[in-house]
T-cell receptor
């Protein structure tokens, strides 16, 4: 069965650079969630989208933005990267109103 | 706001022994509860979920959990540990009907299985 696809799997950036993470949800899923997991930490909710509209917002820094496109894939844009942004970024997808049961394998972002 | 607390950041058991990972939740309304497993450098895999149906929930890989409202608990158990069970386990809570249905995770429990 198709799963949540994230790209790239690994990304290395320097401080103050910009990064774009992509998420392709399970087919027919209309809701996408983004989570950030720092080293040894639990996943922290960043933001979610339903039908291309932001549906919920968590602890997402102002330097980050995200959107969901007409094909339901989502992109997380991160600017002015800081060392503390180094983390595993997960995307999850679901049908509307259903908690995210299916997670991608994540993008590991390293900021040097 | 909802939250979960996982008691014990590290649990160590012998192969074949009972696995018990503890999770307590806090929610102003009846919650949905979940257990996820994470292997090193991998994503989160759903083990099982409670969504207000049967209080004893069976999941994959022989795991099960029981929702106890009176104790606000959702402990994860497995009768006999296997070496392949060594991983990080996260308990999570969601409040049904809220915007976005976000999951809030506990801090995780690292399970070590000794031969």
């Amino acid at each position: 069965a198709a799963g949540v696809i994230q790209s790239p799997r690994h990304l290395i950036k320097e401080k103050r650079e910009t990064a774009t993470l992509k998420c392709y949800p399970i087919p027919r899923h209309d809701t996408v969630y983004w989570y950030q997991q720092g080293p040894g930490q639990d996943p922290q909710f960043l933001i979610s989208f339903y039908e291309k509209m932001q549906s919920d917002k968590g602890s997402i820094p102002d330097r980050f933005s995200a959107q969901q496109f007409s094909d339901y894939h989502s992109e997380l844009n991160m600017s002015s990267l800081e060392l503390g942004d180094s983390a595993l970024y997960f995307c999850a997808s679901s049908l509307a109103g259903v908690p995210p049961l299916h997670f991608g394998n994540g993008t590991r972002l390293t900021v040097t | 706001a909802q939250s979960v607390t996982q008691l014990g950041s590290h649990v160590s058991v012998s192969e074949g022994a009972l696995v018990l990972l503890r999770c307590n939740y806090s929610s102003s309304v009846p919650p949905y509860l979940f257990w996820y497993v994470q292997y090193p450098n991998q994503g989160l895999q759903l083990l099982l979920k409670y969504t207000s149906a049967a209080t004893l929930v069976k999941g994959i890989n022989g795991f099960e959990a029981e929702f106890k409202k009176s104790e606000t608990s959702f402990h994860l158990t497995k009768p006999s540990a296997h070496m392949s069970d060594a991983a990080e386990y996260f308990c999570a809570v969601s409040v049904p009907g809220t915007s976005g249905s976000r999951l809030t995770f506990g801090e995780g429990t690292q399970l070590t299985v000794n031969p």
